[in-house]
């Protein structure tokens, strides 16, 4: 079966660093992504990792752990603009995506 | 550069109408095309995905269909909408292959079946 699981909801300060966790169950593994999706807008793509590791691209960086199941997507500097959901979504055999539910980041001054 | 286009943006149909979504594609050939859903507190579910003409798989069974008539247009149709039809239907390209891999969404069209 396929499993992926965010936190629901997290908070933060503006200028804080937060970390959002995703764990992953799925037949098959091909890579994880990690989208933006501001509400009543489409996910933006944020990151992709295939390997093991940390993926560094600015303000956002994306770690991957394929024999525990489980990245992470870590935040610095928090910005208000950054309130938003995040996805964590698992690339199966083949091209499809499967996705967690979303985690929505609420940031604050 | 690639872009992706959806619509209508919104649209609002009773239960029972006929349905039709268009997306197309600009910049690429050959793109892997797909449609998700997201229904309200849901996560994004993989409807339909092509890897090329007239090539579809389907995920979920539901009352949905889709046809890829071109290389860069992909059509979610429906004969009779249901009201559970209701949510923001996102149509996506993939390029790349293995690490280099990437999945854009276009810009979705929010469904509401009454």
């Known amino acids: 079966g396929q499993n992926i699981d965010q936190p629901t909801e997290m908070t933060a300060t503006e200028g804080a660093i937060v970390q959002i966790n995703c764990t992953y169950q799925?037949?098959?593994?091909?890579?994880l992504f990690w989208y933006q999706q501001h509400a009543g807008e489409a996910p933006t793509f944020l990151s992709y990792n295939v390997l093991d590791g940390l993926e560094e691209k600015g303000r956002f960086s994306s770690f991957l752990s394929r024999s525990k199941g489980y990245s992470y997507l870590l935040l610095k500097e928090l910005q208000m603009k950054d309130s938003a959901s995040y996805l964590c979504a698992v690339k199966k055999a083949g091209t499809a995506l499967i996705f967690g539910k979303g985690t929505t980041l609420s940031v604050s001054s | 550069s690639q872009t992706i286009h959806q619509w209508p943006a919104t649209l609002v149909q009773p239960v029972g109408s006929p349905l039709s979504l268009e997306c197309t594609v600009e910049g690429t050939s050959n793109p892997n095309l797909y449609w998700y859903r997201q229904a309200a507190g849901r996560g994004l579910q993989l409807l339909f995905y092509s890897v090329g003409i007239g090539q579809i798989s389907s995920e979920v069974p539901q009352n949905l269909s889709a046809s890829r008539p071109q290389d860069r247009q992909f059509i979610l149709s429906s004969k009779k909408l249901l009201l559970s039809d209701s949510g923001f239907y996102l149509c996506?390209?993939?390029?790349?292959?293995?690490?280099?891999?990437?999945?854009?969404f276009g810009p979705g069209t929010r469904l509401t079946v009454t």
């Open positions: 799925t037949s098959g593994f091909n890579g």
């Open positions: 996506a390209f993939g390029r790349g292959g293995g690490s280099s891999y990437e999945q854009y």
